[in-house]
């Protein structure tokens, strides 16, 4: 049983102003596996003061005492991050395989990007008789989900402190354990006092807190899109900045050549990575019309074939998150149906042999792109294979969503991927796979505004100012 009832403020492990907790669940057993201290404004208001202390120093940090501090947090991350994979296995359901393989190095990933952007960095450039500055916005609210824990939390806390900035962290509620661990990993490599913050609770208490909060200069959301907008409408009073990376419903747009049949069943197993429950994921697959047939086929064996079971043991996916997700999901599977998208793998109910957690069938339906299961974000293993009659056709229907988070293209065509890509109103495109920790992460429309990951995750956290006259006119 993990307990962890004290919140880290100013540099040391502090119980809340006033004592209340919640257990924790493994979505595996829906046994309680631990227990966590839920805080309140008070708390806030505490790791707030301190934040601001410590920025007048912090803020003036040269880029060498910032670049020491976190390759120090660099080498306790490694030294832990085992543990992380552990925690992150226990608190929300990742496979062992993927939570020590692709979630902890997306937080050491993040952290090396960091690094290599601050050597580099140009916070000062003259531009004629102008000086033009790049200087830390100042106190931020860090408010991170569950789904993949390391990556929005170290996405947030490692470009903020590359950029002079303190800051105040509010984990998920239903994954807090590895976010416990990066705060001791944090104070473990000396991050100054104040610099850094965590309390844990409600999204809805602490998140409004730290939206509304007058010395709070920024917050960066990443979560829904209801939770979104009520963070900018809390945030507006105090005209801070606000950051939000939000849902998505994302189309894979596979074209008509040979290499139809790998790239379906590629898109399929994908879908199923995680549980389903990436904001990014290629939720809608859009293949040729003509090819329905094949492509049926293909998607129900590669669906069939993701193997589902304990997190511990040596299977491809495990349960989703909580009891409250897996009901969303089974509802949204019951509205598939009940629009009349055929069903070609997994359903409603549990996969055969589970009969304890919050495990999901690898689900996979034809339809519609008007049908809810195609218009709205389900956040589990549930994906939409959508006909196209030709490349406009294509296009149209993946830039008919509401929301703009990632887009996919796969084709053997090059150069028909890349007219493809130009064409959708989406904030990141995977061309036939590819990974980049440089490239700018973030949404269109209805998913969010702002970046992160690399040189444009650093701006974020940045003001700019203009000092007019630094150079005598020629």
Request: one cysteine or more; proline letters at 5%; a negative charge.
């Amino acid at each position: 049983m993990r307990n962890y009832t004290q919140f880290y403020i100013d540099g040391q492990w502090v119980a809340p102003v006033t004592p209340r907790t919640t257990e924790v669940v493994n979505p595996a057993t829906e046994a309680v596996s631990g227990t966590i201290s839920l805080g309140s404004p008070a708390d806030v208001d505490k790791a707030v003061a301190a934040a601001r202390r410590a920025f007048a120093s912090y803020g003036d940090a040269s880029v060498a005492e910032r670049l020491d501090l976190l390759e120090a947090i660099q080498a306790e991350y490694l030294r832990r991050e085992a543990e992380l994979g552990a925690a992150i296995t226990e608190e929300m359901g990742a496979p062992a395989s993927l939570a020590n393989g692709f979630h902890t190095l997306l937080g050491k990933g993040h952290l090396a990007t960091a690094i290599d952007v601050l050597r580099t960095f140009k916070f000062e450039e003259q531009r004629g008789v102008t000086l033009i500055r790049k200087e830390p916005i100042g106190v931020c609210g860090l408010i991170t989900p569950w789904n993949w824990p390391m990556n929005q939390t170290c996405v947030k806390v490692f470009p903020a402190l590359a950029a002079g900035c303190t800051m105040i962290l509010k984990p998920p509620q239903l994954a807090p354990y590895s976010a416990q661990i990066l705060a001791e990993i944090l104070h473990d490599a000396g991050v100054p006092a104040g610099v850094f913050n965590m309390i844990q609770g409600q999204g809805s208490v602490i998140g409004a807190a730290l939206s509304k909060h007058e010395d709070v200069d920024m917050i960066s959301f990443t979560g829904s899109e209801p939770v979104g907008v009520q963070i900018q409408k809390d945030a507006a009073d105090t005209v801070k900045r606000v950051g939000l990376e939000l849902g998505g419903k994302s189309a894979w747009i596979v074209l008509d050549d040979a290499s139809l049949a790998a790239h379906v069943a590629g898109a399929t197993a994908g879908m199923m990575g995680n549980s389903g429950q990436t904001c990014s994921a290629g939720s809608r697959l859009l293949v040729p019309s003509a090819r329905l047939d094949e492509v049926r086929k293909v998607a129900a064996e590669a669906a069939d074939g993701v193997t589902v079971g304990d997190p511990t043991g040596n299977f491809a996916m495990g349960p989703v998150v909580s009891r409250s997700q897996y009901d969303i999901i089974q509802d949204y599977i019951g509205k598939g149906l009940a629009e009349g998208a055929e069903l070609i793998a997994g359903g409603l109910g549990r996969p055969e042999g589970l009969d304890k957690g919050w495990y999901v069938r690898p689900t996979v339906f034809i339809g519609t792109n008007d049908m809810v299961i195609s218009r709205e974000e389900i956040f589990g293993p549930v994906l939409v294979i959508i006909g196209y009659d030709d490349i406009d056709d294509a296009v149209a229907i993946a830039n008919d969503s509401n929301f703009g988070l990632g887009g996919y293209v796969s084709g053997e065509d090059l150069d028909t991927c890349r007219a493809v890509s130009r064409r959708l109103r989406t904030g990141a495109i995977w061309v036939n796979g590819g990974f980049d920790f440089h490239a700018p992460f973030g949404g269109y429309k209805r998913s969010g505004n702002g970046r992160e990951w690399g040189e444009l995750g650093l701006h974020e956290y940045l003001e700019v100012k203009s000092i007019v006259g630094w150079a005598a006119p020629a």
